[in-house]
Nanobody, 124 residues
């Protein structure tokens, strides 16, 4: 089992950058594919980005391609989401998730472990 704790959220202006971190407990972090999801008020949770166990393969939803970068440091048991050129529509609670099954998933049901979320608010 793995526990996930997100950090790095906050209030920023449109065009600013922010880096989210997700620290994982346990010694088998590199066994998990990791993902970031977000949920805006009144909306369903949506996929943002995912990364393979080694970090070689990454996946993004179209809305964030070219602006967000997912990465991981297996030595530090941490996955990151670097967000640039932020827009008001990026405002949401951002969740980190871990998947133990083979392959990367872009759906929330494909993930076994979740963090508590961190709020990102982008003002116009």
């Amino acid at each position: 089992q793995v526990q996930l704790v997100e950090s790095g959220g906050g209030l920023v202006q449109a065009g600013d950058s922010l880096r989210l971190s997700c620290a994982a407990s346990g010694r088998t972090f590199n066994n998990y594919r990791m993902g970031w999801f977000r949920q805006a008020p009144g909306k369903e949770r949506e996929f943002v980005a995912a990364i393979s166990r080694t970090g070689v393969s990454t996946y993004y939803t179209d809305a964030v391609k070219g602006r967000f970068t997912i990465s991981r440091d297996n030595a530090k048991n941490t996955v990151y989401l670097q967000m640039t050129s932020l827009k008001p529509e990026d405002t949401a609670v951002y969740y980190c998730a871990g998947r133990s099954s083979v392959g990367v998933s872009t759906t929330s049901i494909g993930y076994d472990y979740w963090g508590q979320g961190t709020q990102v608010t982008v003002s116009s």
